[in-house]
C-alpha cells in the first residue's frame, strides 16, 4: 500500500514536471518571430483584398448588411466587430487604412506588441463581419496567429524593433523567453485540434471513407487551378492519397510530437497544403496552414535558416 | 523576472512541505514561480478545452435510438423525421452545456467555429448568375460570381466563391438581399438572381470527355426578382442561434 | 547467438561503408546481424500491414457521389438504390487490393475480421425461441436461447447469445438449420423456432418504469417451421465470400 | 545542399536505430512469460466451456453445420480447422481433450514452446469453426495471444519448465531475449489496432458521435449482469463515459507509448473492460483484453509483483 501511494506521489511529481518543461521552459523567440513575419504578411495581404470591394463585403449594406449578418449571428453581445458600428463610408476607409497599416507593422515588427494586440481586435472584427457570407479557413488561422502572437516576444527577432534597437546600441543577446514558448505550445496545440477535428469530420463523409474524396474535390472546377482530371484514370493514386489525408489529419494531433515522426508529419503537410494551393487555387490558405505547420520548427533551426537574410537585411537598413 | 524567481525557490527549497526533489527540478529549467503556474497551467486548460468543444460540438447531432424506423405513409413514402427537440432525439448533452459554457469567450475570441475542410465529402459548387434591368426593362448589367475573368487576385475570387456558397446555408433570403445589392450598385430598377448548383464528374464521366463545365452540369436550385422600393422582411428569428456554416 | 552475433558485429566495426556512429550504438544493446534485422522488419511491417488492413476493408463501404438524390417513383416512394457494383458506386480500391493480396495469410492466422465491439451502435439483442412437437403434435421440449436460467457458467450463456446474434447475418437459413438440430435433439417429428428481436429502452422509458423485458420490447421477425425428412436447399452460392458477422 | 543531404543521412540513422532498438532490443521475458499464464488460463477455460456442449458447437452436425458454415466462408483452403474433417464423436472428444490439456500445459508451462504451437493450431481451429456462428471478440483475442506466445521463450519464467529446470541443478538467470520483445511489441501493435478500428467504427454510430451509446449497451437486457439502469437520470455520466470511451479507444494506438500518459490510458483500459465485465456479464471477453494491456508493463514491474507468489509455488513444487 505503502508502496502504491509513493508510485502515485513520484507518477504526479514527474507529470507536473513534464508539464512545466513543456510550457514553461524558456525558448529562443527565434520561431514566434519568424511566425509573425509570415503570418503578418498574411494578414497584410488578406486585408489589403477588402479593398477591392470594401464597400461590398465590409460595408453596413453591401453583399450582406450588417444587419442580416447580426440577426444570423443571433444578436449575441460576444459577436463584436468595430464594423457592426460604422455607418460611413470615409470612417470605413480610415479604419481600413489603419488596419492595414498596423498588418504592415506587425509584419516588419514596428512596435510589435502593439501592433499585435491590435491587430487581434482588427482581424476579428473583419471575421466577423463576414462570418457568414465570405470568410473561410483562412479567417481562422488569421486570426489563431494574432491571438497568439499577442502573447509573446513577437518583435524581439526579424523586426524593425529590433534593428531600432541596434542602432541605438543595445546588442545585448536575445533572452530566452517563457512567454516566446507559451504561445508557441499554443499555436501547436491549436493546430493539433483543427487537424483533429477536420479528420473527424471526413472521416463522416463516405467519399473520405471509401477514397473517392480527393476526386471530388479536384473535380471541382471552381476550385481548379491546375487541371488534375488525369487522376480520373489513377483511383489507386485517388485513394492513397485520400486515406492518407484522412488518417494524417486524424493523428497529426499525436505523430507530430514524435521526435521520429515529426519531419514525416510535417513534410506530409507540405505536400498537402503545396496541392491544395497549386491544384486548388487555395494559395493564400494553404500557405497559412503551412505557417502553422512551422511552429513545430526548433528555434535553432529556424535560425539557421532565416539569420543569414535577416542579417543582410539588418545590415542595409543599418547601414 | 529571473532574480525573483530564485530568491522565491530559494523559499521553497527551504520549505520542508515541497518534496525536495520537485524544486530541484524546477529551478534546473523553469523560472515563474509555481503559484503563478499553477494559475496558468488552469487558464491554458480553460482556454484549450475552450478550442476544443467548439469544434467539437459543431460536428456533433442529436441520434435516433439504435434500430429506429423512419415514419412512412400507408404507401410507403418516408414521412419527415420527428423535430430535432423531441425526446426522440438522443441529445449530445456533453458538448452542447461545454459549448454553452465556454460561448461568449469563443466568441469573443473567434473560436466559435468548426474545421470541416471539404468535409463531410467535397461537394459541387454554388454560382450565383445575375443580370440587373433599368425601368424600360433593359439589360444594363450581368455576370456571375464566382467569375475568374472578373474577380482577380485569387484570395479575391475566393471571398466571392464562399458569398455564393454561404448562400447554401443562409438559404434565399441572402439571394435577395444580393439582388437588392446589384440593383443599388448598378443604378437599376429590377434584378434577377439566378442560384446555380455546378455538379461535379465522376471520373467514368471525365474519361468520357464530358468538360468539368459543361452545361448540363449546371442546375439552377432558386430564381429571386426584386424591383426597386419593396421591402424585405428578414425571418431572422427563424434562424439557429450558432453561427451557421462554420463547415467552411 | 549473442556471442555469434558480437563478432558478426566486430566485422562491421571495420567496414568502412558502415558509419562508425551507427554500428557502434547497435552494438550497444542490439544484437542480431543487419541482414537478419532487415529480413526481420520487411516480415514485420508484411504482418502488421495485414493485421491493419483487415479490419480497414471491413469497415469500408462504397460510397455515392456526393449531392446523388436516390431515386423515388412518382409517389416519391424511395426505389431502392443501384447494385453495389454498379460504377454509380464509389469503391474503396485500396483496401479492397490490400485485403484481396493479405487473403489467405489473414485466414490462416485467423485475423479476417474487423473489431467492431458494439459499433456502429449498440443495438437489441436477437433471441431463438423454439418448440419441438412428437409425431402426435404434443409439445416435448421448449425453451429458448440466450437464457441465463438454462445456460451457465455466463461464457456458455455468451455463446447461445452469439449464436442468436450472428443469425441476424446468416438470415432465416440459420433458423431452419437450428429447428432442424434441436428436432433431432430432442427426438421430435417437428419443430418451431421464432427468431425474436428484443427491443431497447430509451432513458425516459426506463424511468417511467417500462421493465426492460415488458412484453412490447419483444418483437416476432420471423417464424420457421420444420418437418422431420424435409430437405432444406442452403443457397450458399449467394452469400458474400468474406466471413460475415465480423463486426462482433 | 549538402547539409540537406547530410540531413537526411542521420535523420534516416537515427530512425533506423530507433526502430532497432523498438524491436530488437534484449528484453527479460518476464512479461511475455506472465502473459502466457494469464492466456493459457483464459484459452484453458474458453475451450472447457465447449465440453458442456461439443457435438452442438464443434460437431460436424450441431447448431450450425460444418457444410453450412464452410458454404458461408465461401470455401476458402485457407480458411482451415481440423473439425472440418472430424466425423465421429469419439474422435472429436479425443482431439477436445487434447486441446484441454494443451492449453492447460501452456497455462503451467509445460514444454512450454510445443505447447504454444499446438494451442495457436487448436485456437483457431476452433474459432474458424464458430465462425460465424458462436464467435466474438474473445476468440479474436484469445488467437492473437496463442500466435504471439509462439515467438517468444514463452515458459522463460513461472512454468512448469522454469521448476524443472531448477531442480536439475540449472539456476542459470534467465536470459534477456530478443524474441521475446519480438513477440511484446507485436502483441502491443495488435492490439493497437484493434483499438484503433473499434475506436473508428464507433465514430460512424451516431450514438457514440451524441453520447448515448453506453446508455444503449446497460439498457440491453441479454447483456446486463448487473443493473446499470439508474444511468438513465444521468444523462452527462452517460455522456462522459461514451465520449472517453470513444475518444481513448481511438487514440490509445498513440497516447499508449508516451511515458507519461501511459499510466492513465491503462487505467482507463481497466475501468473500462472491467466496468464491462461487472455490468454487462462478458467477464472473459474484459478479462482477455485487460491481459492485452498487460503487454505494456515492463518486465521489472511485473517481477516486482509476481515473482514473490511464483517463488512460493515454485519452493512449493521443489520442495
Not at chain 1, 170 to 182: E, G, K, Y
Not at chain 2, 224 to 239: D, K, Q
Request: net charge neutral; charged share 15%; aromatic share 14%.
Amino acid at each position: 500500500m505503502k508502496r502504491i501511494v509513493a508510485d502515485i506521489r513520484s507518477y504526479l511529481a514527474e507529470a507536473w514536471q513534464a508539464w512545466n518543461l513543456f510550457w514553461f521552459s524558456p525558448t529562443d523567440p527565434a520561431t514566434l518571430c519568424f511566425l509573425r513575419v509570415l503570418a503578418g504578411a498574411m494578414l497584410f495581404y488578406t486585408h489589403l483584398v477588402w479593398s477591392l470591394d470594401l464597400q461590398a463585403f465590409i460595408g453596413q449594406k453591401g453583399w450582406l448588411p450588417v444587419d442580416f449578418i447580426r440577426g444570423i449571428q443571433g444578436h449575441q453581445w460576444s459577436v463584436w466587430s468595430i464594423f457592426f458600428y460604422i455607418e460611413e463610408p470615409w470612417q470605413l476607409w480610415c479604419v481600413h487604412i489603419f488596419s492595414v497599416l498596423v498588418f504592415l507593422f506587425l509584419m516588419l515588427g514596428l512596435f510589435s506588441r502593439t501592433s499585435a494586440i491590435f491587430g487581434f481586435l482588427l482581424a476579428v472584427s473583419y471575421a466577423h463581419r463576414v462570418s457568414p457570407g465570405a470568410y473561410f479557413g483562412l479567417d481562422k488561422i488569421n486570426c489563431m496567429f494574432a491571438l497568439y502572437l499577442m502573447l509573446g516576444p513577437c518583435g524581439a527577432r526579424y523586426s524593425l524593433d529590433r534593428i531600432w534597437r541596434l542602432r541605438r546600441g543595445d546588442t545585448s543577446p536575445v533572452a530566452p523567453s517563457t512567454s516566446a514558448n507559451l504561445a508557441i505550445r499554443l499555436i501547436q496545440l491549436h493546430l493539433c485540434i483543427i487537424y483533429l477535428f477536420s479528420g473527424l469530420a471526413k472521416l463522416l463523409g463516405e467519399n473520405w471513407q471509401a477514397g473517392s474524396a480527393v476526386w471530388w474535390a479536384v473535380a471541382n472546377y471552381e476550385y481548379q487551378s491546375l487541371s488534375a482530371t488525369w487522376l480520373a484514370s489513377w483511383p489507386v493514386l485517388v485513394g492513397l492519397a485520400t486515406h492518407i489525408t484522412v488518417f494524417w489529419e486524424l493523428f497529426y494531433c499525436c505523430l507530430v510530437w514524435n521526435r521520429h515522426l515529426r519531419p514525416i508529419v510535417l513534410w506530409i503537410a507540405v505536400v498537402v497544403h503545396l496541392g491544395i494551393a497549386m491544384f486548388m487555387g487555395m494559395i493564400t490558405f494553404g500557405l497559412a496552414m503551412l505557417f502553422a505547420n512551422l511552429s513545430f520548427l526548433q528555434p535553432a533551426t529556424v535560425r539557421r535558416w532565416v539569420d543569414p537574410l535577416a542579417d543582410r537585411i539588418a545590415l542595409k537598413l543599418t547601414g | 523576472m529571473a532574480k525573483n524567481n530564485q530568491s522565491r525557490q530559494g523559499q521553497a527549497d527551504s520549505d520542508p512541505a515541497e518534496p525536495k526533489k520537485k524544486s530541484s527540478r524546477s529551478s534546473s529549467g523553469v523560472p515563474w514561480h509555481p503559484v503563478w503556474r499553477w494559475l496558468i497551467s488552469l487558464l491554458l486548460i480553460l482556454h484549450l478545452t475552450a478550442v476544443f468543444v467548439a469544434p467539437w460540438d459543431l460536428s456533433t447531432d442529436p441520434a435516433l435510438p439504435p434500430g429506429y424506423v423512419p415514419p412512412a405513409d400507408a404507401q410507403g413514402k418516408p414521412l419527415p423525421l420527428p423535430p430535432r427537440d423531441s425526446t426522440v432525439w438522443q441529445q449530445p448533452v456533453v458538448p452542447r452545456k461545454l459549448r454553452e459554457f465556454f460561448r461568449h469567450y469563443l466568441n469573443l475570441a473567434y473560436l466559435n467555429h468548426g474545421y470541416q475542410f471539404f468535409a463531410p465529402d467535397p461537394a459541387g459548387s454554388n454560382l450565383i448568375r445575375y443580370h440587373v434591368y433599368d425601368s424600360g426593362g433593359a439589360e444594363i448589367a450581368a455576370g456571375q460570381f464566382p467569375d475568374l475573368d472578373d474577380q482577380w487576385p485569387r484570395l479575391f475570387y475566393h471571398r466571392h466563391m464562399m458569398l455564393a456558397a454561404q448562400t447554401g446555408d443562409m438559404g434565399e433570403e441572402s439571394g435577395r438581399l444580393y439582388a437588392r445589392h446589384l440593383m443599388e450598385r448598378h443604378g437599376g430598377q429590377s434584378s434577377r438572381v439566378e442560384w446555380v448548383l455546378h455538379r461535379l464528374l465522376s471520373p467514368q464521366q471525365v474519361i468520357d470527355e464530358t468538360p468539368l463545365d459543361a452545361e448540363s452540369t449546371y442546375v439552377v436550385l432558386a430564381e429571386i426578382r426584386e424591383t426597386a422600393g419593396s421591402t424585405a422582411n428578414p425571418s431572422v428569428g427563424e434562424l439557429p442561434v450558432a453561427i451557421p456554416g462554420a463547415g467552411r
